[in-house]
């Protein structure tokens, strides 16, 4: 009865490839998120989407390109993969875009080599 | 740009006493959503506790309660009875925009000491 799952958790990489990240949430939410955080822990937001229409779109490389086929599906798109992408990148959602709480998902550490 | 600050990068508490964590914010808003997420070790991010800014009553849970003082722009953790498992990382959040936008603090790591 997981609320928010990513797949997969651990992911070690090859500089150069590419690779993506899937998330899915059951709690019938309409909206969900990607959060980076780094290696001091510092987390910060990378994308929205509402209702499968991109809302949020912080300053990230093109490589990037989130993807959500439905509400409930929001995927994370790495291409030609860098050093400085190693990460935890978590994917959240929250219900409707009223300031409520956001549920994480447990994050997928990303180490490129 | 709008920050969120933690001033305590790490702190330490013994059990069964209390801890406060500070966070101050900055923002031009009138409404928006303060948060407490707690991460522990297993790296999921758990909410803690939720304030809104239009009011003015405390929120608490359980052992876990807030010092909300919006002109001060400050939105403190306060843990009572400490428990080993509270050891973990404290992130403090906003909401910036009128959105679901959350701005985090850089975290405090707290342990608890048996």
């Not at chain 1, 937001?45 to 490389?61: A, C, G, Q």
């Not at chain 2, 009011?55 to 003082?69: C, G």
Request: charged share 20%.
């Amino acid at each position: 009865d997981t609320a928010v799952s990513q797949t997969p958790k651990y992911l070690v990489t090859q500089m150069g490839n590419d690779k993506s990240i899937k998330c899915e949430q059951n709690l019938g939410h309409d909206t969900m998120y990607w959060y980076k955080q780094d290696s001091k822990k510092f987390l910060k937001i990378m994308f929205s989407y509402n209702n499968k229409e991109l809302i949020i779109n912080e300053t990230v490389p093109n490589r990037f390109s989130p993807k959500s086929p439905d509400k409930a599906h929001l995927n994370l798109h790495i291409n030609s993969l860098e050093l400085g992408d190693s990460a935890v990148y978590f994917c959240a959602s929250s219900q409707g875009r009223t300031l409520r709480e956001q549920y994480f998902g447990p994050g997928t550490r990303l180490t490129v080599t | 740009a709008q920050t969120v600050t933690q001033s305590q990068p790490e702190m330490s508490v013994q059990e069964a006493e209390t801890v406060t964590l500070s966070c101050t914010y900055d923002t031009s808003e009138n409404n928006y959503y303060l948060f407490w997420y707690k991460q522990p070790p297993s790296r999921q991010m758990i909410l803690v506790i939720r304030q809104e800014a239009y009011k003015q009553q405390n929120a608490t849970e359980n052992r876990f309660s807030v010092n909300f003082q919006k002109a001060a722009k400050s939105f403190s953790l306060k843990i009572s009875d400490s428990q080993l498992g509270d050891t973990a990382m404290y992130f403090c959040a906003r909401t910036q925009g009128g959105s679901e936008k959350l701005v985090f603090g850089k975290g405090t790591k707290l342990t608890v000491n048996p």
